[in-house]
């Protein structure tokens, strides 16, 4: 997909599909490190940049949902995480946050909706790292104001199409939060454009409809 990761430093980090003129240059960086990474199995590949909590420096691709096998095709995306000095990687799906806002943990403001939580992946045949299962991502959508004052990004409340996330230690502690958005020079079929459709599909299909509608009557859309 391609969109505009922007982390709290200000960086932005832009994730291009293969069809794009900067894919190869990115994906020639992620095999150095990695040469078992396929073309076939990368729908898209993430410029690289610093990671917040390990510190060195970590590409991101956004991997068919064939290779995952989880939970009957239950989470909104698939990525793998892959960190290109420890020379490990991990799986990372958008997978489901059936929690009412009266439960939401105590970095989630009122008046914000979570739309999921990361679930990690260990693959068997591929190095990974302990530390991936310290920390967990959650996106969610908000209104400017609450944006702007609690997690230090502005939005438009008009454009539907841009996300946060908040980076979590699995003790609660926040790490960062980001701002996700298309990148609108790039023509592509971006998660982004119709993450309020993939949402609402898996709650139906998980029966968790009174979600559905939350988020409906929240007014964020």
């Known amino acids: 997909m391609?969109?505009?990761l922007t982390l709290n430093n200000g960086s932005?980090?832009?994730n291009y599909p293969n069809s794009h003129d900067n894919w190869n240059t990115n994906f020639s960086l992620?095999?150095?490190s990695f040469d078992w990474v396929t073309e076939n199995d990368t729908v898209s590949v993430q410029e690289p940049f610093?990671?917040?909590?390990?510190?060195?420096?970590t590409m991101r691709t956004c991997i068919p949902r064939r290779v995952c096998n989880y939970n009957n095709?239950?989470?909104?995306t698939s990525h793998r995480i892959h960190l290109l000095e420890s020379n490990v990687s991990r799986i990372m799906l958008s997978g489901e946050y059936w929690v009412e806002q009266n439960d939401y943990p105590s970095w989630a403001e009122n008046g914000i909706f979570i739309l999921s939580k990361s679930v990690w992946?260990?693959?068997d045949d591929k190095p990974t790292d302990n530390r991936f299962d310290e920390f967990e991502e959650f996106y969610f959508r908000c209104p400017?104001?609450?944006?702007?004052n609690s997690y230090g990004y502005t939005i438009d409340d008009d454009n539907d199409t841009i996300l946060l996330s908040a980076l979590v230690r699995t003790n609660g502690e926040v790490i960062s939060y980001r701002k996700h958005e298309v990148n609108n020079d790039i023509v592509d079929d971006s998660f982004l454009n119709n993450w309020a459709?993939?949402?609402?599909?898996?709650?139906?299909k998980e029966n968790k409809k009174q979600f559905a509608k939350n988020l409906f009557n929240s007014g964020l859309l």
């Open 2 to 4: 391609a969109e505009i």
């Open 12 to 14: 932005e980090i832009r």
């Open 30 to 32: 992620l095999q150095n």
């Open 50 to 57: 610093v990671h917040e909590y390990f510190n060195e420096r």
């Open 73 to 76: 095709d239950n989470f909104g």
């Open 121 to 123: 992946i260990t693959e």
């Open 144 to 148: 400017n104001n609450i944006a702007q």
């Open 197 to 204: 459709a993939v949402y609402f599909a898996i709650a139906r």
